[in-house]
């Protein structure tokens, strides 16, 4: 039972580094047609999503010390899910009234990654200590454990971003591929709830 | 032919020999170089799979518009011979503000710029200066475009001209952003871009034009692979009123070496692209992927 606990948590945790990274690669489009696409605008973007994802590692870490277990986690996707969805039906608004009230493209474009991103991936950053909390079964192995999952996650963050600018642009359009992950993401959450459910 | 081929190699190694390099810096977004030989001076982005010259002058012709593709986008003339205001998006080594401004002293001549360094540089190797008429923005183009028209500015002639060291930049070659720029034309407002002939893009380059503007002119010469669109987003005036403007117009652009009265007869209507091809927006912009295909 615990390894199967074990692969879920690891595809789960490959999913979310998948998830981020692509997200954050399609933002730098999302914000080309109202902020340009100069060197700040990526500043932006990688200053924003450091920053979520930092406030999600403590978030999760905290969380990670009541309770834990397969149904909090898989709730932690389909928050990401859900808060990720605005940002694809209200980003031109929010980034409309932005670019409304702000000059600067520089300022303009942080304030808009910070509406459009902060929370989906400050919640996408709340699984990465919370797996290791789920994987871990003795202090001795922490490490190694937190290794692997490190290794895992980032294997998927350089996949997410690989397929995303080389092939999935070419095929599809951004919403398009923003909805899958949504969808990804909702699929990924009720499966550890319902195997949380299922094994306990 | 042996002899021929060898006297071939051995003017073109003393050409290489003498063109030498007369400035070099790593911009926020390029490797800038001014190559100078002994009768002219390009501006190059670097890139390694082949260097592109932006602009050239000639050293002992300073007047003279060295490259067919800049001669050919003052086509925009031919709708428009008398443009009060003028934008032009990407400033190279500012052939066409420079040339715009001495045809048409009075106009307001506007350039967005995203590289300070290349304002710089054009400032300092090319001859271009900045006046009263004539000022550069150092920003983004669809920021600037996007600005403009919300302060409800316009112009009555727009060149788009922005180009890397690679191609045109993503976000400008969408339906979305054509829009925006169509939004600041003026009623007689014209607009001219700067594009490539070759590679499966160009069907969906000339797709995403005629979605945005419905038809324009289809302006190739033979000497080069670049094609230039030119419209005004309505009606297009017949060939026959173009040559007479163009022939008007022939005298003052001589000494520019812009043998304008040749244009209309290669600026074509005719579709000779993929209709199906997909129109480019700002959800799906492969554009620079489709262009290695």
């Known amino acids: 039972m615990k390894n199967s606990i074990n692969t879920l948590v690891f595809c789960l945790a490959f999913i979310s580094g998948f998830i981020i990274m692509s997200i954050e690669l399609l933002g730098g489009r999302i914000l080309a047609p109202y902020f340009g696409s100069s060197i700040y ?67 303009g474009s942080l304030v808009a990654s910070g509406l459009l991103f902060f929370l989906p991936v400050a919640i996408l950053g709340m699984i990465a200590p919370y797996s290791v909390r789920l994987l871990v079964e003795n202090t001795h192995h922490s490490g190694q454990v937190a290794g692997v999952l490190y290794f895992v996650s980032t294997i998927g963050s350089a996949l997410g971003t690989l397929l995303t600018s080389f092939y999935f642009v070419l095929f599809f359009e951004v919403n398009q591929i923003l909805m899958t992950m949504v969808l990804v993401l909702v699929i990924s959450g009720f499966s550890s709830v319902i195997c949380g459910k299922f094994l306990s | 032919m042996r002899i021929f081929l060898l006297i071939l190699v051995m003017v073109s190694t003393s050409q290489v020999q003498a063109e030498r390099i007369i400035h070099k ?11 100078e030989s002994s009768n002219r001076r390009c501006l190059v982005f670097a890139v390694k799979r082949g260097d592109r010259n932006q602009t050239c002058i000639s050293l002992n012709d300073p007047d003279r518009v060295v490259f067919p593709y800049a001669r050919m986008t003052f ?20 052939t066409m503000p420079t040339v715009l401004s001495r045809l048409y002293p009075k106009a307001t001549i506007h350039v967005a710029e995203i590289d ?14 900045e006046s009263e008429n004539v000022r550069v923005f150092v ?12 302060k409800k500015i316009t112009y009555d002639l727009i060149i788009l001209d922005a180009f890397t060291g690679d191609y045109i930049p993503e976000h400008l070659m969408t339906v979305e952003f054509l829009q925006e720029t169509k939004a600041i034309m003026s009623d007689q407002g014209v607009l001219v871009a700067n594009t490539f002939s070759t590679s499966r893009l160009y069907d969906h380059e000339s797709v995403t034009y005629e979605s945005a503007f419905g038809t324009f002119f289809n302006f190739k010469m033979p000497v080069t692979g670049n094609r230039v669109i030119i419209t005004n987003g309505g009606q297009l005036p017949e060939t026959k009123l173009m040559q007479d403007r163009a022939n008007k117009l022939a005298g003052k652009l001589r000494k520019y070496a812009i043998k304008i009265d040749n244009f209309p007869r290669h600026m074509k209507r005719t579709k000779d692209w993929n209709k199906k091809a997909r129109p480019l927006t700002d959800q799906f912009s492969p554009a620079n992927l489709l262009r290695d295909d």
Not at chain 2, 75 to 94: A, C, N, R, T
């Open chain 1, 41 to 107: 605008v990526w500043g932006s973007i990688i200053s924003v999503f450091m920053i979520s994802l930092s406030v999600g590692y403590l978030l999760g870490g905290k969380l990670s010390t009541r309770d834990p277990g397969l149904l909090p986690y898989g709730s932690f996707f389909l928050l990401a899910a859900i808060t990720l969805v605005p940002a694809i039906i209200y980003g031109d608004t929010a980034m409309d009234a932005v670019f409304l009230r702000i000059e600067d493209p520089r300022y």
């Open chain 2, 25 to 35: 810096e790593k911009s926020l977004y390029r490797n800038i170089v001014v190559r």
């Open chain 2, 75 to 94: 086509s925009g003339l031919l709708l428009q011979p008398k443009p009060d205001s003028i934008l032009v998006i990407g400033l190279g080594g500012g």
């Open chain 2, 116 to 129: 300070e360094a290349v304002v710089r540089v054009a400032t300092k190797y090319f001859n271009f200066s």
């Open chain 2, 139 to 150: 920003q983004d183009a669809r920021v600037y475009i996007k600005r403009a028209g919300l």
